[in-house]
């Protein structure tokens, strides 16, 4: 079975002039259209870099931290949809990107991770900065591998960035030791790529019998409901998607994952349900009678106690990866299918279709809509909530928006309104705090034109804080709006509802002298003063009153920008679904 | 339930390494592990008994099929294979005990490999709840180390 996912640049296979390895991992990453990578050099990657600096087709930026280059690559392929690239030396530089794979594991994202290795001779001695990075990530890749020959070298690079965006996309890495990188060799690029295993060369398509059983189930429904996830987007299929609501006319809602997967302004979104989800979706999911489950896993965050997820539904669960079906809930009816290909038949299916009567149903949702929006108390100070409005407000709805992980992380989503796929890039499965900053760094790289703001809580920004020197010299203009409540707010959220308020090292400041809108003299630490040190416009936002001028200045700078927003740490994320729970149980105040 | 799982896989480093970490990181015990190469020199055949979950099995061999490097998997019910297990155990022997090793020896369709003056070796093949009764048999005279190679399945 042959087939190739990558653009037809190169149409047959190439006999290279001799070179180096480290020169021939170049010429693979040029035929793979990789226009940038983030990459830290070291002793066991410097040939790689070397080879780098002789080429002007790759932008090869140096972030601050591997982590930070890590996720900025994840954030570069969530915002664009195609490969991203990082690289580090061995030892160090590889186990620091751990938590990027894992990531791209968790939330599906193509990566392609380059990892320099000590000389053959020393693997296994324990030598400088030896580490096992294939072994350490044996269970949180799609792939890896380790080059021992270099004659491999152009075959594996085509296989893994092929592996790495085909089917359900994920994490790759190559571990290429220094002594593959300074072998001298003639290169044969190979066109097409080559799996003995029959499941990854398979297309995937769900069959039209299975569809129209599909059809028939939503002509019969009386309480249907669309439960959409990142699947629809990795397979861009949300212009599919749209066209398959309307005409079946059944209401919609995404998982976070999911978020843009459906316009969020249209009439028949919920927006995003689960945890701290609407609690509309969450009612109408929890009542529904029909559930669609396009591209998403059923994960724990949208179904709390998951025997009693969606009781009374009839359930299509239709996803590319046949593993994720009867995974987490047993389903009547499971389709393995890439989902662009099963919403374009049902929509060929269903040209005819008509929908049921469920008027009864979509009143009920509306009435749910206006009893239970998103909202929050209004208060002297800046709510953090209000911040995210004011941002939403003041871009139009047209940034990239990327988060770090708690409570500003759930804000995000229910503040700022997403009418199209891969504006909320986030660590959703993994749940990596620190991802933010990096993640905006990434796609502003890609989309130098757009605003690309990292909306961050105060204990995740600090993680990456470093890569503001990589923004400030690079030029990267990515910006940082800090919803400062000098707390780590969820863990505090959790101990508020569950654990008698007792702070169990959740404050980020000094504990006798906690910061706060009214306490500035507390506030730890100087975010504003930090960015200075790097070059970096900053600016603290204390009053209500001054922070849409705060935001549009943020907005108007050319550069990367920090805005300091103090918000009160009292508020809770709501609604919320205790882990575990059901629907019933979900808490409004 | 108790499950014999036949992986064929690209003989590749680290592909035993992900097939098994597949099985561990699930919590399933693996109760025996047979790996070696086909008439295919480039494949390798990896046979597991494993007790677990059905429902958590089933799952596991799925992601199993997502592997790059595995080219088959098969989840053998009782009785859809030919099964066999290869047994070498070394035997406590002297003059008066051989005479009855050698007639359980018989009996089972066993092999002597090697004999000496105080011990035997002896080898055993059949499914494995034969070689485990002969084991049992053999056990009382004194048993100084043995080795099995795990069960082996074909298709019938």
Known sequence: ?589 | MRHTISVLVENKFGVLARVAGMFSGRGFNIDSLNVAPTHDATLSRITAVLKGDDHALDLCIKQLRKLINVVEVIDFAEGAAVTRELLLVKVKADSHTRPEILQIKDIFRAKIVHLSHDYLVIECTGEDDKVSAFLGLIEPFGIIELSRSGRLALKR
């Open chain 1, 1 to 589: 079975m042959k087939k190739t996912t990558s653009p037809a640049a190169f149409p047959k296979a190439d006999i290279g002039h001799e070179m180096k390895g480290a020169d021939a991992v170049v010429q693979c990453l040029i035929r793979e259209n990789v226009d940038v990578i983030f990459a830290y050099p070291g002793g066991a990657s410097q040939e790689l870099h070397q080879a780098l600096a002789r080429t002007d087709k790759i932008r090869v930026i140096l972030p601050r931290h591997e982590q930070g280059g890590s996720f900025a690559a994840e954030g570069y392929a969530r915002a664009t949809g195609r490969v991203g690239v990082c690289m580090a030396t061995s030892g160090p530089g590889a186990t620091n990107l751990v938590s990027a794979i894992a990531d791209a594991y968790m939330d599906s994202t193509p990566l392609v991770a380059i990892t320099g290795q000590v000389y053959q001779q020393y693997i296994g001695k324990t030598a400088f900065q030896e580490t096992d990075i294939y072994g350490i990530t044996l269970p949180i890749v799609k792939h890896s591998y380790l080059i021992t020959n270099v004659h491999d070298l152009p075959r594996i690079f085509k296989d893994a960035f092929h592996i790495a965006r085909s089917g359900r996309p994920g994490p790759v890495i190559i571990d290429i030791p220094k002594d593959v990188q300074q072998a001298k060799f003639q290169p044969v690029f190979p066109l097409t790529v080559e799996f003995r295993n029959p499941y990854i060369g398979q297309e995937h398509h769900a069959t039209d019998a299975q569809l129209q059983e599909v059809l028939g189930l939503i002509a019969a429904a009386q309480k249907p409901v669309l439960y959409v996830g990142g699947g629809i987007i990795s397979a861009e299929a949300h212009k599919e998607l749209k066209a398959f609501a309307e005409k079946t006319n059944v209401p919609v809602a995404t998982t976070l994952m999911g978020v843009g997967a459906f316009p969020e302004m249209h009439t028949l979104s919920m927006q995003w349900f689960g945890m701290h989800g609407s609690a509309y979706g969450n009612w109408a999911v929890d009542q529904s009678d029909l559930l669609l489950c396009f591209g998403a896993r059923f994960d724990d965050r949208i179904t709390g106690d998951v025997s009693k997820f969606a009781a009374h539904a009839k359930i299509v669960h239709i996803d590319i990866d046949t593993s994720e079906h009867n995974k987490n809930k047993r389903v009547q009816y499971p389709i393995c299918s890439d989902i662009k290909y099963a919403l374009t038949r049902l929509n060929e299916l269903g040209a005819r279709f008509t929908p049921p009567d469920t008027t009864p149903w979509h009143t009920q949702i509306a009435q749910w809509k206006r009893a239970h929006p998103f909202s929050y108390e209004p208060s002297k100070h800046i709510q953090p909530q209000e911040a995210v409005a004011a941002l939403y407000e003041l871009t139009k709805g047209d940034a990239i928006i990327t988060t770090g992980v708690g409570q500003h992380q759930m804000w995000a989503a229910q503040f700022y309104r997403f009418q199209e796929p891969r504006r909320y890039i986030s660590s959703l499965g993994l749940g990596a705090m620190g991802y933010g900053y990096p993640a905006a760094m990434g796609a502003k790289v890609a989309f130098p034109d757009k605003q690309v703001i990292d909306i961050d809580g105060d204990g995740s920004f600090m993680m990456n804080i470093q890569e503001l020197a990589t923004c400030h010299i690079e030029k990267i203009a990515a910006k940082a709006m800090i919803l400062n409540n000098q707390h780590l707010g969820m863990v505090m959220q959790w101990e508020d509802r569950f654990y008698g308020s007792v702070r169990g090292n959740t404050i980020l400041g000094d504990q006798s002298n906690v910061g706060s809108p009214d306490n500035p003299a507390g506030l730890y630490p100087d975010f504003v003063k930090i960015a200075e040190g790097f070059g970096v416009k900053g600016r603290r936002v204390l009053k209500k009153r001054e922070l849409k001028e705060a935001i549009q200045e943020m907005l108007d700078h050319d550069g990367p920008y920090v805005l300091d927003v103090i918000v009160p740490y009292t508020e809770h994320v709501i609604p919320m679904i205790p882990a575990g729970k059901t629907v019933k149980e979900m808490l409004l105040k």
